[in-house]
């Protein structure tokens, strides 16, 4: 195996202009090529300026994308509820990860406490969303290069991870499920849901990882195009800021499920002693495009044994913090039988009030698929947010680009590229 296993107990210029091109391109054996937005790698909406002698890449400039949205201020007009229906258009290949990342960080603003439910099933459903992540990263990694079968394999099974979104919060791909304090409404049924999910990890996952496997580990063109290439020393790793299994391929120890825990990766999450779930982090030494396959590819089996050690074990109760009226909707059927509850909802919704926040600053993270992601919030006592600032992995990991591909030939650049898995809408600034 590429890949050793950490034990469970711890552990944009402007370079259309003259000037530039005179500065940076002197030699008459160089050219510029422009990678993408076209090119079906960088899916519209990524730009590679690459400074080309022949076919090895001498000089690589990212632009960060064309996805400007704004994300980070509009945090600063939505308010806590609000705001998770901005955030999971970010990395959207996993929302139900950026939604419980935000209210990590609220909770946490505001000494909420949540439910043992709650954390069981967020924890469930964000290790979903790692392999719903993961399993598009591998699959368009192979398509890339030509694999177009492997593409199939781990996309149709995603195809079932939205019917599991589906059920639980009645949104298909941007469930915007969470909420401060808890969610938007409780599971609809816990045997259906229980039943979906055993589908998925029993049935469905292990045919798509064993296809995946079948046709890629030993495929001599797929494991030609990639080992070796686009290597990270583990220095440059941490140097660069680098999180998730591309930090973990280059032998970075690192993971905050482990480091920082949260929701049931920490010790007595339910409040009466309960033990933190087990599982073990993979970690590469080569730090090349071929060893972040292989560690995705363990992180989703990895997935698989945290669901299943969760699954049977779904605390019965309340899913919204108890008692907490400041900060918890009322549940939508009391709203409209019961006077108190209306009167909690035209507090905190319609009268525009909002939460009582405390005025301070607060950060939480959780580990997301492609590594840490963080948000840190500003509160001044407002209904909204002062400052939001997020900390997404694939930021950083984007500036890894010109450092992996220099030296190598033009058609590595689609190798590298997809090994580091860039969403475009995480690069908005």
Same mark, same amino acid.
């Given at each position: 195996? @590429?890949?050793?296993?950490?034990?469970?107990?711890?552990?944009?210029?402007?370079?259309?202009?003259?000037?530039?091109?005179?500065?940076?391109?002197?030699?008459?054996?160089?050219?510029?090529?422009?990678?993408?937005?076209?090119?079906?790698?960088?899916? #519209? #909406?990524?730009?590679?300026?690459?400074?080309?002698?022949?076919?090895?890449?001498?000089?690589?400039?990212?632009? =960060?994308?064309?996805?400007?949205?704004?994300?980070?201020?509009?945090?600063?007009?939505?308010?806590?509820?609000?705001?998770?229906? +901005?955030?999971?258009?970010?990395?959207?290949?996993?929302? =139900?990860?950026?939604?419980?990342?935000?209210?990590?960080?609220?909770?946490?603003?505001?000494?909420?406490?949540?439910?043992?439910?709650?954390? /069981?099933?967020?924890?469930?459903?964000?290790?979903?969303?790692?392999?719903?992540?993961?399993?598009?990263?591998?699959?368009?990694?192979?398509?890339?290069?030509?694999?177009?079968?492997?593409?199939?394999?781990?996309?149709?099974?995603?195809?079932?991870?939205?019917?599991?979104?589906?059920?639980?919060?009645?949104?298909?791909?941007?469930?915007?499920?969470?909420?401060?304090?808890?969610?938007?409404?409780?599971?609809?049924?816990?045997?259906?849901?229980?039943?979906?999910?055993?589908?998925?990890?029993?049935?469905? !996952?292990?045919?798509? %990882?064993?296809?995946?496997?079948?046709?890629?580990?030993?495929?001599?063109?797929? +494991?030609?195009? %990639?080992?070796?290439?686009?290597?990270? $020393?583990?220095?440059?790793?941490?140097?660069?800021?680098?999180?998730? $299994?591309?930090?973990?391929?280059?032998?970075?120890?690192?993971?905050?499920?482990?480091?920082?825990?949260?929701?049931?990766?920490?010790?007595?999450?339910?409040?009466?002693?309960?033990?933190?779930?087990?599982?073990? /982090?993979?970690?590469?030494?080569?730090?090349?495009? %071929?060893?972040?396959?292989?560690?995705?590819?363990?992180?989703?089996?990895?997935?698989?044994?945290?669901?299943?050690?969760?699954?049977?074990?779904?605390?019965?109760?309340? =899913?919204?913090?108890?008692?907490?009226?400041?900060?918890?909707?009322?549940?939508?059927?009391? /709203?409209?039988?019961?006077?108190?509850?209306?009167?909690?909802?035209?507090?905190?919704? !319609?009268?525009?009030?909002?939460?009582?926040? @405390?005025?301070?600053?607060?950060?939480?993270?959780?580990?997301?698929?492609?590594?840490?992601?963080?948000?840190?919030?500003?509160?001044?006592?407002?209904?909204?947010?002062?400052? /939001?600032?997020?900390?997404?992995?694939?930021?950083?990991?984007?500036?890894?680009? @010109?450092?992996?591909?220099?030296?190598?030939?033009?058609?590595?650049?689609?190798?590298?590229?997809?090994?580091?898995?860039?969403?475009?809408?995480?690069?908005?600034?």
């Amino acid at each position: 195996m @590429p890949f050793t296993l950490q034990p469970d107990e711890g552990y944009g210029l402007d370079i259309e202009s003259t000037e530039y091109l005179k500065d940076h391109f002197q030699s008459p054996d160089r050219w510029v090529l422009n990678f993408g937005p076209q090119h079906p790698a960088t899916h #519209t #909406t990524l730009r590679l300026v690459l400074e080309l002698d022949g076919e090895r890449v001498a000089r690589a400039t990212p632009h =960060i994308g064309y996805l400007h949205s704004g994300f980070e201020k509009l945090g600063e007009h939505h308010d806590y509820n609000q705001y998770v229906c +901005t955030i999971s258009r970010m990395d959207y290949a996993s929302p =139900i990860c950026n939604d419980v990342a935000w209210h990590e960080a609220c909770e946490r603003l505001m000494g909420v406490t949540l439910t043992p439910r709650c954390k /069981v099933i967020r924890t469930i459903m964000g290790e979903l969303g790692r392999i719903q992540n993961h399993l598009l990263c591998v699959g368009a990694a192979g398509l890339d290069l030509g694999a177009f079968t492997s593409f199939l394999y781990g996309f149709n099974e995603r195809e079932f991870i939205y019917d599991i979104l589906e059920y639980v919060s009645g949104q298909r791909f941007h469930p915007d499920w969470t909420r401060v304090g808890g969610a938007w409404r409780d599971l609809p049924d816990d045997d259906v849901f229980v039943r979906m999910v055993r589908e998925f990890i029993d049935v469905r !996952m292990a045919k798509a %990882l064993r296809d995946v496997e079948t046709l890629l580990n030993r495929n001599r063109i797929f +494991t030609e195009r %990639l080992e070796g290439v686009g290597a990270l $020393p583990e220095a440059d790793a941490i140097a660069w800021g680098a999180t998730g $299994p591309c930090a973990r391929a280059s032998g970075v120890r690192r993971d905050v499920r482990k480091d920082d825990p949260y929701l049931c990766f920490a010790d007595n999450w339910d409040g009466q002693g309960a033990s933190a779930v087990h599982f073990s /982090v993979p970690v590469a030494t080569t730090g090349d495009c %071929l060893a972040r396959y292989h560690v995705r590819l363990e992180e989703m089996k990895q997935s698989v044994t945290i669901i299943r050690q969760l699954i049977d074990r779904i605390p019965k109760g309340p =899913i919204d913090a108890v008692g907490d009226n400041k900060v918890r909707l009322a549940d939508k059927g009391d /709203v409209y039988g019961s006077i108190e509850a209306t009167i909690q909802q035209f507090e905190l919704v !319609m009268h525009n009030r909002g939460f009582e926040t @405390p005025v301070g600053e607060a950060y939480g993270a959780i580990e997301g698929p492609n590594g840490e992601l963080g948000y840190l919030i500003v509160a001044d006592g407002g209904r909204c947010p002062f400052r /939001v600032r997020v900390r997404p992995p694939i930021f950083y990991n984007f500036q890894l680009f @010109p450092r992996l591909i220099e030296g190598h030939q033009l058609a590595d650049a689609v190798a590298v590229l997809g090994s580091l898995n860039i969403i475009a809408a995480e690069l908005d600034r």
